[in-house]
Nanobody, 126 residues
Framework: QLQLVESGGGLVPPGGSLRLSCAAS????????VGWFRQAPGKEREGVSC????????KYADSVQGRFTISRDNNKNTVYLQMNDLRPEDTAVYYC???????????????????WGVGTQVSVSS
């Protein structure tokens, strides 16, 4: 069974940090693009960051550039999202998603991804 499981969400004050993890089971993430997305109440889903597991591609939304860092551990079949200097507007449910793309790049478009996790809540509030 193909599965992505996010973890690491929580409640932090503004300026705080969290590290999200996205662990895959039932398949290997090699040759996959993996993205992080978020959705706040009443808002559309937003692409946050993505990477390609074997091609070293990294992309970020303008809203998180310089604050968030995506990384991968192929041995652990896991992708991470380090989030620093968190702001109240970062509050959302964060999802990871994957799509097998041996020769392509990664995109911050949710429709491009075929496997999704159930999400983890990130809340930034004082």
């Amino acid at each position: 069974q193909l599965q992505l499981v996010e973890s690491g969400g929580g409640l932090v004050p503004p300026g705080g940090s969290l590290r999200l993890s996205c662990a895959a089971s039932g398949f290997t993430l090699d040759h996959h693009a993996v993205g992080w997305f978020r959705q706040a109440p009443g808002k559309e889903r937003e692409g946050v960051s993505c990477t390609h597991m074997s091609r070293g591609i990294l992309k970020y939304a303008d809203s998180v550039q310089g604050r968030f860092t995506i990384s991968r551990d192929n041995n652990k079949n896991t992708v991470y999202l380090q989030m620093n200097d968190l702001r109240p507007e970062d509050t959302a449910v964060y999802y990871c998603a994957a799509v097998r793309r041996p020769f392509g790049t990664c995109l911050l478009l949710g429709g491009e991804y075929t496997n999704w996790g159930v999400g983890t809540q990130v809340s930034v509030s004082s």
